[in-house]
């Protein structure tokens, strides 16, 4: 099963997209998180398929946070 990882810092934005995806025919395994800490914390205990990603969280930004991703 696929993963994808829902990065947002608004709770309704996170249920609104996690609704979408678990409406689609095939099943994903779904990892929120509403921090760039969260976001590195999640990757780095498990493999990510897809990311949806705020580009602005609390605690950061997502350029800096995918330049350390990569």
């Known amino acids: ?3 994808i990882l829902i990065a947002d810092d608004h709770d309704i934005v996170r249920r609104g997209i996690r609704v979408i995806i678990e409406g689609l025919s095939q099943p994903y395994n779904i990892l929120e998180a509403s921090t760039c800490a969260g976001v590195m914390k999640l990757l780095s205990s ?3 398929h897809y990311a949806i990603l705020d580009m602005m969280l609390s605690d950061g930004n997502m350029f800096s946070t995918t330049q350390r991703i990569m």
């Open 1 to 3: 099963m696929e993963t």
């Open 46 to 48: 498990q493999p990510v």
